[in-house]
């Protein structure tokens, strides 16, 4: 038998080629028959034998796997019913004797499949798509019949489909990502200014989300973006794309919405959206979101610019406390230009050592004595100049800066009152703020305990501060590390109370031993309205809970004389001192009586 890579076969031999892989153990040559049935078998290929006119005379097992046919139900059909109605075209010039050209044919072609064997999705459920090779055979110069081989491309389509669907999808949310959302932009932006139209794009960033992620962990933080992807999808319409751009970040291109006030009324339903708790695994998830809005084409020509200044936009939302949305114009521009060279240099200032400690004094009301410090963070630039701590402080909280710049002015503050208590004054304590960026670092309690022992301080000497805030926006999370840091020996304080949102009720469950009372409460003890109501509640609330109260920002002797009457035994304020450079805190030390003398 002549090996059918020749093309070239007659009668005979095409029948015995038919017979040796239908039946290898009946035909001539028995045991090549069976070596070579096995390897046809064995194909993941589908494999047919056909004659002069089509007519199938042999097909492998794989027609079950990929059409749903058993082989001997397709023995004596023309190849042609197999194939697929759009394809029956191409399948005749495939196999057509006269078609010029190479006896081997390369084509794809679609094969029907049989439908008890339809697949879950609804574009696999009918038909194959085969890459067919067909090896046409001949009797001298008739044409015999082919050996056709049918690769299946579902497999290798799937594939292709797959990474073309990561390439320009989010996987996590299945959500188009920003290269198609960019690209719709521009598309839509060309059709916008044909048309003498106006579009709407919206940037959003979820408020919270480091702390689900600390406090239930990134898996946690997963789910709760797929839940925001739903709910934000439901707020959309038609023709609308929500993308995830990244992280926390979301953006919203509407190319129907052209009016300020309708892009405003879109960008409120998008984040009240979000207001509402998510339920995950269980646990309700409280989340907000602050966004951005830009018009064009007043917003800028392009998709990038568009997309920058809604990003601007929901800028200014989250500095103004989140849980909002504003619309860009173009004097944010400047605010960010001025904001982002102040924010360069003051981290070029944390990376110079720039930062510097001022101390102010907290003494004993009754007696004037310097009880200890409160360290306060202060900027000397390059040419010896102080910036004011509210051009810079709030700026440090917007950036995340502020949990750094506690860090350096607490190692600062340790080493110098270290040096205090050591050159005669045992007794000098000092406070230190821990503001919510640096209490909720994983690592906060290893640090602090770190620059104690490297300051050779006590922790018994320290002072914590935190607003209201700070503690309660995830107590579960901050409530031990403060547990922790007094079982130590050091005095936790509320700052600023009364500022806040806590309850009494919640203060009781928490381990701190002094509230700061607010000095916009202490001012009220001064002028021609005098209203202590205030100060009368927080000192109620302090013998109630068993806590110190201590005033800021006292000013005048008649609100000492308040406070001391009211349970308040220690404060600070300029009535004492302003903050002041360690070797004027020392002069201080120096100048005061010291306490018990």
Not at 33 to 38: I, K, P, Q, T, V
Not at 116 to 129: D, H, K, Y
Not at 283 to 299: K, Q, R
Not at 447 to 459: I, K, M, T
Request: aromatic share 6%.
């Amino acid at each position: 038998m002549s090996d059918v890579s020749s093309q070239h076969i007659d009668s005979a031999e095409f029948e015995a080629l038919a017979r040796m892989l239908a039946s290898p153990d009946d035909a001539p040559g028995a045991d090549h028959g069976a070596l070579y049935r096995g390897l046809v078998e064995g194909s993941p290929d589908l494999m047919f034998l056909l004659d002069q006119d089509g007519i199938i005379h042999f097909v492998n097992g794989a027609a079950t796997r990929l059409l749903g046919h058993q082989p001997e139900a397709l023995a004596g059909q023309r190849c042609s019913t197999l194939v697929d109605s759009e394809d029956l075209e191409a399948a005749r010039r495939l196999f057509d004797a006269q078609w010029p050209g190479p006896p081997v044919r390369h084509a794809q072609l679609r094969f029907k499949r049989h439908s008890s064997r339809a697949g879950p999705r609804p574009e696999q459920s009918t038909r194959v798509l085969a890459a067919v090779t067909v090896t046409r055979l001949y009797q001298g110069a008739t044409f015999a019949g082919a050996f056709v081989v049918a690769r299946d491309l579902s497999a290798l389509g799937e594939i292709s489909r797959a990474a073309h669907f990561q390439a320009y999808h989010d996987v996590l949310t299945r959500l188009p990502n920003r290269a198609i959302l960019e690209d719709r932009l521009s598309l839509a932006i060309a059709h916008a200014e044909r048309d003498n139209h106006r579009l709407t794009v919206a940037f959003l960033d979820l408020d919270r989300l480091k702390l689900v992620n600390d406090k239930h962990g990134h898996a946690m933080g997963d789910r709760l973006l797929q839940a925001v992807a739903r709910r934000l999808r439901g707020c959309l319409r038609r023709g609308d794309t929500l993308s995830r751009y990244g992280g926390d970040e979301f953006a919203v291109l509407l190319p129907e919405v052209s009016s300020r006030a309708d892009a405003v009324a879109m960008g409120e339903r998008l984040v009240s959206a979000v207001r509402e708790p998510f339920s995950v695994d269980d646990d309700a998830l409280p989340a907000t979101a602050s966004a951005g809005l830009a018009l064009y084409p007043e917003a800028g020509a392009t998709a990038r610019e568009i997309i920058a200044n809604a990003d601007i936009a929901m800028y200014h939302a989250k500095r103004e406390g989140g849980d909002a949305c504003r619309l860009f114009d173009s004097k944010m521009h400047q605010r960010v230009s001025a904001r982002l060279s102040t924010e360069r240099a003051l981290r070029d200032a944390l990376d110079a050592g720039d930062i510097e400690a001022h101390y102010q004094p907290q003494v004993e009301l009754a007696t004037g004595a310097i009880l200890g410090m409160e360290a306060l963070a202060r900027w000397r630039r390059a040419d010896g100049c102080l910036v004011e701590a509210n051009e810079f402080l709030p700026l440090a909280e917007e950036t995340g800066l502020i949990g750094r710049l506690d860090a350096v002015v607490q190692a600062a503050a340790f080493r110098q009152v270290a040096k205090w208590r050591a050159a005669g004054f045992p007794s000098c304590r000092v406070s230190v703020n821990a503001s919510a960026p640096l209490l909720d670092e994983a690592n906060f309690v290893r640090d602090l305990e770190a620059a104690l022992a490297a300051a050779g301080l006590p922790a018994a000497a320290v002072t914590l501060e935190l607003t209201e805030n700070a503690l309660m926006r995830d107590p579960a999370l901050v409530v031990p590390k403060l547990q922790h840091l007094r079982n130590r020996g050091a005095r936790i304080a509320i700052d600023e109370f009364g500022a806040g949102y806590s309850s009494l009720a919640q203060l009781r469950q928490m381990p701190i031993d002094a509230l700061k009372i607010d000095r916009g409460f202490v001012a009220d003890l001064q002028g021609a309205l005098v209203d202590t109501r205030a100060v009368d509640a927080v000192a109620g609330a302090c013998r109630g809970l068993g806590l110190e109260l201590f005033a800021e920002g006292i000013e005048r002797q008649a609100q000492i004389d308040y406070l001391l009457g009211a349970g308040c035994r220690e404060g600070q304020g300029y009535f004492f001192s302003g903050p002041v450079p360690a070797a004027q805190a020392l002069a201080l030390l120096q100048a005061t009586p010291r306490l018990g003398q």
